[in-house]
T-cell receptor
Framework: SYVLTQSPSVSVAPGQTARIPCGGH??????VHWYQQKPGQAPVLVVY???NRPSGIPERFSGSNSGDTATLTINRVEAGDEADYFC????????????FGSGTKVTVL | EVQLVEAGGIVVQPGGSLRLSCEAS????????MHWVRQAPGKGLEWVSL????????YYADSVKGRFSISRDDGKNSLYLQMNNLKTEDSALYYC???????????????WGQGTQDTVSS
């Protein structure tokens, strides 16, 4: 089955840019989706289909995907962005399934 | 406003059974596929199961195949997960989630409930 690899943690100062990578074999050929999860809360979809933002998600959140790495970028990081971020893809082999990365904890310094 | 409210999580012994439910509102429930996703304490997210709109198809993660069964009642706007032969590793917060994206099953999860905690322990 398909495997997504995420770094455990990323630290960033307020106002700077956070880049959160998600690795997978030829992930550029798949559509990648990203979720933000704050402590004690349910996940929230922040980017879908590599680069699209749902209604209500700030423009500071953006995504890209090429080769073996997809990236969620958070511009002008705020204290409220501190959370776990999970990437996710749909996989058809061996059967219909949905795969998550292990998550990256973003800490705002 | 889309709302998903889960219920049914309790403490159960290994080998026991449990039925989770999720009541949906704020969207045309019968028109969308629905999922269960779980999260063990301090761990990441794990997809559990999918049921298509119309309930014609269902899929399961290998870790629960043969033990869990997903169903839905569109008249009650409700999603269910019957969990049998529970193991300690099934202890988790179980979320119901609405399918997002094109196709019969969607490719991501655009709305989530707050989750219901299931603890399997002797």
């Amino acid at each position: 089955s398909y495997v997504l690899t995420q770094s455990p943690s990323v630290s960033v100062a307020p106002g700077q840019t956070a880049r959160i990578p998600c690795g997978g074999h030829n992930i550029g050929h798949k559509n990648v989706h990203w979720y933000q999860q704050k402590p004690g809360q349910a996940p929230v979809l922040v980017v879908y289909d590599d680069r699209n933002r749902p209604s209500g998600i700030p423009e500071r959140f953006s995504g890209s995907n090429s080769g073996d790495t997809a990236t969620l970028t958070i511009n002008r990081v705020e204290a409220g962005d501190e959370a776990d971020y999970f990437c996710q893809v749909w996989d058809s082999t061996p059967d219909h399934s949905y795969v998550f990365g292990s998550g990256t904890k973003v800490t705002v310094l | 406003e889309v709302q998903l409210v889960e219920a049914g999580g309790i403490v159960v012994q290994p080998g026991g059974s449990l039925r989770l439910s999720c009541e949906a509102s704020g969207f045309a429930f019968g028109d969308f596929s629905m999922h269960w996703v779980r999260q063990a304490p301090g761990k990441g997210l794990e997809w559990v199961s999918l049921i298509s709109w119309g309930a014609s198809s269902s899929y399961y993660a290998d870790s629960v195949k043969g033990r869990f069964s997903i169903s839905r009642d569109d008249g009650k706007n409700s999603l269910y997960l019957q969990m049998n032969n529970l193991k300690t590793e099934d202890s988790a917060l179980y979320y119901c989630a609405k399918a997002g994206g094109d196709g019969d099953y969607g490719y991501y999860f655009d709305f989530w409930g707050q989750g219901t905690q299931d603890t399997v322990s002797s």
